[in-house]
């Protein structure tokens, strides 16, 4: 079983940062890309930034320039650190691994349950 748990949503005023964590346990034997992805209320679940084993980041056009995304692979954990925060990033974030759970296993996508980020004066 593999779990995702993330955290450090809030609120914060615009122009504001925050900086959400994942750290994903269980039986994992590699984990593979990592992502965040976002969800505000009546639209769809929309990427954020994926970043690669290897580092490599990718990030979507809305947040280019504002957003960092990192991950500490000794302690299986992916960063997003969100800057100069807008009232439109208000969403739940979610984390995204894909991750195998043995040497003989394909790498599956697995979830985290959601954390909520709010910007509002």
């Known amino acids: 079983q593999v779990q995702l748990v993330e955290s450090g949503g809030g609120l914060v005023q615009p122009g504001g940062s925050l900086r959400l964590s994942c750290v994903a346990s269980?039986?994992?034997?590699?984990?593979?890309?990592m992502g965040w992805y976002r969800q505000a209320p009546g639209k769809q679940r929309e990427l954020v930034a994926t970043?690669?084993?290897?580092?490599?980041?990718n990030y979507a056009d809305s947040v280019k320039g504002r957003f960092t995304i990192s991950r500490d692979n000794a302690k299986n954990t992916v960063y997003l650190q969100m800057n100069s925060l807008k009232p439109e990033d208000t969403a739940v974030y979610y984390c995204?691994?894909?991750?195998?759970?043995?040497?003989?296993?394909?790498?599956?996508?697995?979830w985290g349950q959601g954390t909520q980020v709010t910007v509002s004066s």
């Open positions: 995204k691994g894909s991750i195998a759970t043995s040497r003989a296993t394909n790498a599956y996508d697995y």
């Open positions: 269980g039986s994992i034997f590699s984990i593979y890309a």
């Open positions: 970043i690669t084993s290897g580092g490599s980041p």
